[in-house]
């Protein structure tokens, strides 16, 4: 079941297909999914290589269910190995948060598994990124 929250409205996409229930909502709205149901499936990943000598290797951009897209996942190269990151901002104090993020750690081992897959196969010739994009 896909629900789709905006401000005190809910819609829901189920078996049946969309329904609207009233809920109390705080905030901008949200998007959640029963994971337990149906994970999203990642429908394409774009590589754009780093050509500076750090530990950023790529930038990602990952489409799911061939309807939403997350961009600047990191692929980073730490001290145990290659792992990606996922987009993030600097807070006022100073921490970094992501801005999106898998909430449960079977689709974030699927992700990072695809995603370093894909940087791992790309062609040389796959476009180039500065380290600032």
């Known amino acids: 079941m896909l629900t789709v929250g905006f401000g005190s ?6 078996a049946s297909g969309w329904g609207v229930n009233p809920v109390l909502a705080v ?5 959640t999914t029963n994971c337990k149901e149906q994970m999203m499936q990642i429908t394409d990943i ?12 790529a930038y990602v951009t990952v489409t799911f269910d061939d309807c939403f897209v997350v961009h600047n996942v990191k692929v980073i190269e730490g ?13 006022k104090t100073g921490e970094y948060k992501d801005v999106a993020h898998p909430i449960n750690s079977e689709f974030r081992t699927e992700l990072q598994d695809k995603i370093l897959e894909a940087y791992e196969t790309q062609k ?10």
């Open 27 to 31: 905030g901008f709205g949200s998007v």
């Open 79 to 91: 001290k145990s190995g290659i792992f990606i990151a996922m987009p993030s901002r600097k807070t």
């Open 46 to 57: 774009r590589v754009r290589r780093v050509t500076s000598e750090g530990k950023l290797k």
């Open 124 to 133: 040389d010739d796959a476009p180039v990124a500065d380290e600032d994009n």
């Open 9 to 14: 409205q809910r819609i829901q996409w189920g």
